[in-house]
């Protein structure tokens, strides 16, 4: 074997085993990185499988609600933690999609089945919001918190008259009139109107039978509290869309009272458990690592190819059950 021979093996060699000891510390460094975020992040959180010294679990609905399959499955992931002694559910949104609201309070309603569990509104449980909330045991809110807007709403832009002004005319062939009714290309005929009515009413009339049946409501009470308006946390007490005004503390205090929870268990958060691609500072150090050892192009086969990505935009499509000021005027 020639001197330039052995050479080019000896070099060969040596590239293995370096790529080798770069592989090594990029694993190392992504292990590092998630041990440190655990850490962070995991301060005040359950352990993982729920398994640990008894505690109160405190979990966060906010923003707008739509269909989230993975939220279903954390929820029901909790329900199976034996350290989760009883929950406490933190409540801040306007509401969002009607079936995403029916989704996360069905879930909801599966956890309160197993764990005790009390409603804190912090900012607002209406409309969609407030079907979530209507999942717990109790309903504690502040009292300048906004409850209510128990209502349905289906709302679609119509340009038809804009359109006419530009001289463009949408054509169509459909199998029947209300196929794709409302289109918001031309005026909404009678009846496509009157099957949409018919829609919100039966999710309408959901929503006010769950309000019935869950908070005790009839009659003149029950008419007063479904009309749409919203009411302060305050108001909500006196119309009995709120158990108690008060927070986190009120809420721990009625667990100890009516479900025997240990007012001194610690409370800790539960979330979903964090991907690897969802934490934004993790990919930005572990491929800025990877670059640094040579691995770029495996970094970004693994994290993929940026680690800045755009947010979807938000669409809500179908029925809402949704509350906002703009919107209402």
Do not use: C
């Not at 309070?105 to 909330?133: C, E």
Request: hydrophobic letters at 45%; zero cysteines.
């Amino acid at each position: 074997m020639s001197l330039d021979t052995d050479a080019l093996v000896d070099r060969r060699r040596m590239r293995r085993k370096l790529t080798f000891w770069r592989v090594l510390a990029v694993l190392v460094a992504v292990v590092g990185i998630v041990a440190v975020t655990a850490a962070l992040r995991g301060r005040g959180e359950l352990g993982l499988g729920g398994v640990g010294p008894a505690q109160i679990a405190r979990i966060g609905i906010k923003g707008v609600i739509r269909n989230d399959q993975e939220r279903v499955e954390a929820l029901e992931k909790l329900s199976k933690a034996s350290a989760a002694k009883a929950v406490i559910v933190h409540i801040d949104s306007p509401g969002g999609t009607t079936a995403g609201s029916e989704q996360l309070h069905t879930a909801l309603r599966r956890l309160a089945q197993k764990k005790p569990t009390v409603i804190v509104v912090d900012g607002m449980a209406a409309s969609g919001g407030y079907i979530a909330a209507m999942a717990g045991d109790h309903i504690v809110a502040q009292g300048n918190s906004i409850v209510g807007s128990i209502g349905v709403l289906f709302q679609y832009p119509n340009v038809a008259d804009l359109l006419k002004t530009l001289g463009v005319r949408m054509e169509e062939v459909k199998s029947s009139p209300l196929k794709a009714a409302p289109n918001g290309f031309e005026p909404t005929s009678p009846e496509a109107r009157a099957a949409i009515a018919a829609l919100v009413a039966d999710s309408y009339d959901w929503f006010r039978t769950m309000v019935k049946e869950r908070r005790g409501l009839d009659g003149e009470l029950l008419a007063k509290v479904t009309d749409g308006r919203v009411f302060t946390g305050r108001q909500g007490v006196e119309l009995k869309l709120v158990d108690a005004i008060g927070t986190e503390e009120t809420a721990v205090a009625w667990l100890a009272k009516e479900k025997g929870i240990d007012p001194k268990l610690p409370i800790k958060d539960w979330k979903l458990d964090p991907k690897l691609g969802d934490l934004s500072f993790l990919h930005l150090g572990t491929a800025a690592l990877a670059e640094a050892v040579g691995l770029g192009p495996l970094a970004r086969s693994l994290l993929g190819t940026g680690t800045i990505q755009s947010f979807e935009r938000l669409s809500l499509d179908g029925l809402l059950a949704l509350w906002h000021p703009a919107a209402a005027d």
